[in-house]
């Protein structure tokens, strides 16, 4: 691609006449607006001849693709040729993804995934532009063939026998969640804004959730009907080289589109009240509503904390317990994992689709938390609307059955989680050196656990792990609301109470026995990238000594970054360079993450030593740490922008001893960081001596 094209598009899009500038925060409008108009005012404006993208071909029968690569399960994409965004049909196929694949509830989770045990992850997504677009379901899986004859099925089934008022209510009010969430931050609100405009009008984003609701059943069976036909369908098999694959569409089509109509079947179920209504959106304008953090204390029970937002009607409920993994041994690496999802498979009152259909059918969800320090759930859902939500929470904390036909199905899936992590050609690299830094302590293995020990957990081990670390162990509650906390709160303090609930201090948790020795671990994989973390012992969460290293990650990461600049734009060796934290409740670590082709990284590895050696000695200066300290300031804002991220920072600041008022403090720590102290930070913590390093080394071809 000559220089000559790249210069010529851009002169040719990119135009006053082709921009939407869409800003969205704590900004000053007039002096934005005085800016915008002094960068873009002068600019010469030319018209746009848009010449569009040829048509596409019609498709007249099933198109088929094979590719074999260096992973562990399959990876299967299945599209249609759909109309774009601005069709009748666009709603109901997303109301349609979401009936597919949105939730616990959905057909590819409940039946093809929990039922028949075909896929491990299934998703469907309109994928829509102006004019054009197409469906997608993408589902990983050991056995392709078969699983997406489940697949199929479920859509042939859908298009046979038609969808349920509750799915259909469900799959809206799922939408309606997905929405809200992405008008909890202002990047979201911004995103939404821009899409509606480039659309048309931006005003047209606050009728987006009551088009949804307008969409009728039968328009999702025909849109259905008409667009997911086999003719239309084009699949794409991305799968390990020991497992077959089809040779050709005629022989894809006799292993799996002729064996679709003999797997489907006719199914009774009995409907579930859904809740009902759907919230407004005041024409995409949020108020930043965030009031303080207030404590409350419930007889013979948990500790609360509550935050008021009412920026959007959303619930963030969060109960946690502390230990968990820190409680893990080599022996049962992965258990709390487990029995967290395993829990939601069932209770002696509600079986695994009533727990996920009763939560979503609420307009809520229970989301899994195995933090290094504590574990638990978050309950997010519909303001107004959580009440049988939580009462589903309350069942999934007092009485799980851990039946072992369950146990074996989550199995299944936490170890395909396995494999993705090996896949990872970041969290598996970051995952060796955690290990190479923490050896046999907790912090050092994945929460996922491994292979060889995640097969040999029963459910008798489940039962005694949850009777041992959670039933008795008095909680920790944090939760986000739009309302008064103690009106969420209320319906269910009971079941919160009781004398047998006894709280258990993090102090008796086992601290890593960090030695000052250099160590490394490599392994090799059959890749054409080279992956190195190189680190060392960091800090825990409640030192003050995390805000200076919080501002040297920022110093030397990204773009303008020190490392960055040295290893990346000056010296082309590695495609990217980024330098990390983590700070947990007994100690942290911090880290130099680079990605390169493998022949570089010798070459790789001497400039990254080089860098630090010249920050031990000579420091940083004046300019960097201001840039870098309102690089993190606003970081730290962003990354606390939902109610989820909210409930989880709280919860770290309370269990690790920095305390809740850390996070609103935050800002004024970062600020009173000095180039002083980030020199005498990296000769402390930065040490030759103290240095870890991991290597997943690909192979030079």
Known sequence: ????????????????????????????????????????????????????????????????????????????????????????????????????????ASRLNQYVRD????????????????????????????????????????????????????????????????????????????????????????????????????????????????????ENLSAFEYIPQSLNGSSSANDYTQAVLEKVAGAVEERKETELPVAAGMPSIDSGVMMDLLGPIQKRSILRGPDVYIVEDHRVPLVSFGIYYPGGRLNESEKNAGITELMLRTALRGTKEFDSAGVARRLENAGADIQVVNEPDFFGYVVEGLSGKTEQALDVLVSVLRQPLFDEPDVEREKVLQLARIKNLRENNYAYPVSLFMGTLFGDHPYGRPAIGTEEIVKKLTAADLQEWFGRNERPVLPLIVIAVDAQGTEILAPITEALTSRDLQPRDAATFRAPDLKREHKEADQSVDRKQTAIVYGFPGVNLASNDRYALTVFAHIVSGLGGRFFDAIREKQGLAYTVSTSNQFFDKGGAVFTYTASSPEKEAEVRAALERQIEKLRKDG???????????????????????????????????????????????????RAVTPEQIKSTVVKYLDPESLRVAVVRGSVK
Not at 79 to 103: M, N, W, Y
Not at 172 to 178: E, F, L, M
Not at 631 to 644: C, D, K, N
């Open 1 to 104: 691609m000559p220089r000559d094209d790249v210069v010529g598009y851009y002169h040719r899009y990119y135009q006053p006449s082709n921009i939407i500038l869409s800003l969205v925060g704590d900004i000053d409008r007039e002096r934005i607006l005085s800016e915008i108009v002094k960068l873009y005012g002068g600019v010469a404006n030319e018209g746009v001849d848009r010449d569009g993208s040829p048509a596409e071909p019609e498709q007249t029968g099933p198109r088929y693709g094979l590719e074999r690569g260096p992973i562990e399960q399959g990876h299967i994409a299945l599209g249609f040729h759909v109309p774009g965004i601005l069709s009748p049909e666009a709603r109901a196929l997303e109301v349609l993804a979401a009936i597919l694949s949105e939730g616990r």
């Open 115 to 230: 039922e028949k045990g075909l896929i491990t992850r299934g998703t469907a997504t309109l994928n829509a532009f102006r004019d054009v677009g197409f469906f997608e379901v993408d589902v990983e899986t050991a056995t392709p063939a078969e699983a997406q004859i489940g697949v199929l099925a479920e859509l042939d089934h859908i298009k046979r026998f038609g969808v349920t008022n509750e799915a259909i209510s469900r799959a809206k009010t799922r939408i309606a969640q997905d929405e809200l969430h992405r008008l909890e931050t202002v990047n979201g609100v911004a995103e939404q804004i821009a899409f509606f405009e480039a659309l048309g009008d931006w005003r047209k984003s606050a009728s987006y959730l009551s088009d949804i609701q307008k969409v009728p059943a039968k328009q999702v069976v025909d849109t259905a009907k008409k667009y997911l036909t086999f």
């Open 620 to 670: 940083v200066t004046t300019d960097e740490v201001r840039k870098a300290v309102a690089y993190s300031i606003g970081e730290h804002a962003i990354g606390l922008q939902t109610r989820h991220a909210l409930v989880l920072e709280y919860a770290r600041a309370v269990y690790s001893g920095a305390g809740v008022e850390s996070v609103s403090k935050y800002g004024d720590s970062i």
